[in-house]
């Protein structure tokens, strides 16, 4: 008898665990699906990783016993949030550094660096997020006070859009840099010969490559770091822009020890190796990993004067900004990429660079196609190049916040009439009815509701300016919602796995404790996550 009631206990077990047929309901929610037809529901459920059932309450009840039940009581539930354009890794490096994000002078700078290296001893100091655009005096700054702070330990402080950074004397001898120094697309700052600090674009990289790379613990604690707020922020999905081959084992490993649970599209930077790389491999797909385009970069950034201009910068006369690489270089790796099959996604800030990548995008896709070629930012455009987009299915990713960011000053470097086709979202939009979002972080905030914000209202976080910025391009708050989820997952070919909640998909969703779709525009920057799911697992809840 003894025997036989251990028996007994395990087949009722047994017979309990199979009355169940799904892993998880969430019910009672206000279920956004972003399905095709933008239909609404109250519950859906999970098994295995995937939606396999949408509907009402009651009847998804009956039907399915789920092993935990959500009762989101009645808060919005939207599909997890996808970053269509970011920095991901670069921002979790950041995390480790010193930040610089928010700085209102120069001298607060080297007070933030001095007290960073009180508690950092060794090594190189690298830090970002600096503006002077955000300065009383918004001029680039010179090193003399970081000579004097550090005239031993190199440091290397960039600006918050990574195409400039200022260095010390330190840093600039081990790269070997001398005054009246010159470099392709970059410009060695030197003012009546003696050298600044400042360097922009392909300036940056001769000290960059001087920088020891991080070690194993760093690059590790840089992905779990960056994860842990986007999660807290209602991401699933990051497009990390333009990172080497070397680092997709490393990103595969992380994922497979289930540490990293972030799923990752992943554009590699425009060098040999990493064509090389991958036109022998061949796409790299994993559920949580996706690795089948290439990252180009045609110009700067229009905040330091890098941006490729067809006419001068309104405030520096005779000043066009520059092409990273000749154009020829983006000839030739268009063609080569065609020819293999991946798709190209090319950084393009002013209405120069835009013409010449739109211009060899149109000579290689030849019409109507389905390639997905991207062009990201589109930031400043002439009028008579918009109709590329369209003629050629070439896809706008834009960054809203770039637009309320950049407002106050933008202006002042284009003059009014170029700025009126600078940000320009809803006429991208319209050329192939589609647009994808991303912030850009860490060059932005991460957080996906400032961006769904600045893409409806046009405003930044304290409201301003009232009527909003060129409020003509905002786009509706279904579009936005679509920007950050469908259209996003449409832009790196995974539109079929991800970006709704539809049976079939992954159960990546995200609950908020407000309805973007139905609250003012102005209690929009204050919506908060309340919980963020990757396959139906929970990876974030707000204490």
Not at 24 to 36: D, F, H, P
Not at 323 to 329: A, F, W
Request: a positive charge; one cysteine or more; hydrophobic letters at 40%.
């Amino acid at each position: 008898m003894r025997k036989i009631f251990p028996l007994l206990m395990l087949l009722v077990v047994a017979c309990k665990q199979q009355d169940f047929n799904a892993d998880l309901l969430v019910k009672n929610a206000v279920v956004y699906t972003v399905n095709a037809n933008f239909s609404t529901a109250d519950a859906f459920v999970v098994n295995g990783g995937k939606i396999i059932a949408v509907g009402k309450n009651d009847s998804l009840e009956k039907i399915y016993k789920a092993r935990k039940v959500i009762d989101a009581g009645g808060k919005p539930v939207y599909p997890g949030f996808i970053d269509a354009h970011s920095h991901f890794y670069e921002y979790g490096l950041s995390l480790q550094e010193v930040n610089l994000d928010g700085t209102k002078s120069w001298n607060e700078i080297i007070d933030t660096v001095n007290a960073y290296s009180k508690r950092n001893t060794d090594g190189w100091i690298i830090g970002r997020g600096w503006d002077q655009n955000r300065w009383k005096i918004k001029q680039f700054p010179s090193k003399e006070k970081l000579d004097k702070s550090f005239p031993v330990r190199p440091v290397l402080l960039t600006r918050i859009d990574g195409h400039a950074a200022i260095a010390n004397q330190a840093a600039l001898n081990l790269a070997g840099i001398k005054p009246g120094q010159t470099v392709s697309g970059g410009e060695i700052e030197t003012v009546k010969g003696k050298l600044t600090g400042i360097l922009v674009d392909n300036a940056v990289g001769i000290v960059k490559r001087k920088i020891p790379e991080p070690n194993e613990q760093i690059t590790q604690s840089a992905f779990l770091d960056a994860q842990h707020n986007c999660f807290a922020d209602g991401l699933t999905t990051v497009s990390d822009c333009g990172l080497p081959y070397t680092m997709i084992s490393t990103i595969a490993q992380l994922q497979h020890r289930g540490d990293l649970k972030m799923r990752m599209y992943v554009m590699l930077s425009d060098r040999a190796e990493n064509y090389e790389y991958l036109f022998k491999r061949g796409v790299f797909k994993t559920p949580g990993l996706d690795v089948r385009s290439f990252k180009v970069y045609a110009d700067g950034a229009l905040g330091s004067r890098g941006a490729c201009l067809l006419r001068p910068y309104s405030d520096q006369k005779n000043w066009k900004g520059f092409l990273l690489s000749s154009q020829k270089h983006f000839e030739e790796v268009a063609q080569k990429i065609a020819e293999k099959g991946f798709q190209m996604c090319t950084h393009a800030i002013g209405d120069s660079a835009n013409r010449v990548i739109l211009k060899i995008y149109a000579s290689v896709l030849k019409g109507k196609n389905d390639r997905r070629w991207r062009i990201e930012h589109a930031q400043v455009l002439s009028p008579a190049d918009i109709h590329y987009f369209g003629d050629y299915n070439i896809i706008p990713s834009v960054q809203p916040t770039h637009a309320t960011s950049d407002m106050r000053w933008a202006g002042t470097r284009l003059g009014t009439k170029r700025l009126q086709t600078a940000y320009a979202y809803k006429q991208l939009l319209d050329q192939n009815g589609w647009l994808p979002l991303g912030t850009d972080f860490p060059v932005e905030n991460i957080n996906p509701i400032y961006t769904f914000y600045a893409a409806v209202e046009r405003k930044d976080l304290k409201g301003y300016p009232e009527d909003g910025f060129q409020s003509a391009n905002a786009i509706s708050r279904i579009e936005a919602l679509k920007g950050m989820t469908i259209w996003a997952a449409r832009a790196q070919f995974e539109e079929k796995e991800k970006g709704s909640i539809e049976p079939g998909k992954y159960a990546d969703f995200v609950i908020l404790d407000k309805d973007i779709m139905k609250i003012k525009g102005s209690e929009l920057p204050g919506v908060k996550v309340l919980k963020t799911y990757v396959n139906g697992e929970k990876v974030y809840e707000k204490k």
